[in-house]
């Protein structure tokens, strides 16, 4: 998975919602990595053609030493990411294997995070609208946030804000989410995951 021809850039999608009565959902957490990446490499999103909000940068060093990225939010609904996904791949000729997408996941807990290539959807609307647009072969970054307690479903729970509880370990865990995107970026799938994958 480490690659180290640097002609084409990386592509960091983080998942979620427009609008500001989205932005501390829990299916907005991918939006949250995007927005500290983007912090870290000093540079404001922009509004791009393809719908949506983007930055350009490099990740793990300055100058030649950085890998190249593009990180993207999508501005078109989370159900329809794969769009915009698209658009931005084509756009900047990125190699499937070299996309990230940064989401919520229901099947881990709060805390923990996974990265892995390929795969399934796991039932995540934004993550079967990039399937169908990319294929499945590009990489995820999988960022805990548990299961509905009771009876809860499934949507009400994601469309929440994470609970106080959480919040006092948020920005500790969207830090570490960001991490693990530049670790699987600089130093490949295998390191990233033998770090991350708790």
């Known amino acids: 998975m480490q690659m180290t021809d640097d002609t084409s850039p990386w592509l960091i999608v983080g998942l979620g919602n427009p609008g500001p009565e989205y932005a501390a959902n829990r299916h907005n957490v991918g939006f949250m990595v995007a927005d500290l990446i983007a ?33 993207a939010k999508p501005m078109s609904f989370m159900n329809l990411s794969g769009g915009p996904t698209a658009a931005l791949r084509d756009f900047y000729k990125v190699p499937v294997e070299r996309i990230v997408a940064v989401h919520d996941e229901l099947d ?63 920005a500790f865990e969207v830090d570490r989410a960001a991490d693990a995107v530049e670790t699987l970026i600089v130093d490949g799938l295998e390191r990233a995951q033998g770090t991350y994958n708790s």
């Open 39 to 71: 912090e870290r490499m000093r540079a404001k999103f922009k509004v791009h053609k393809s719908r949506a909000l983007v930055v350009e940068g490099r990740l793990g060093g300055p100058g030649p030493a950085g890998r190249r990225v593009v990180v």
């Open 108 to 170: 881990i807990d709060f805390g923990q995070l996974r990265l892995k290539l390929g795969g399934g959807d796991n039932g995540h609307n934004g993550l079967k609208s990039i399937t169908k647009a990319l294929g499945p072969d590009y990489c995820r970054v999988r960022f805990g946030i548990g299961r509905p307690p009771g009876r809860m479903q499934v949507a009400d729970f994601v469309l929440k804000d994470f609970s106080s509880t959480e919040r006092k370990e948020l």
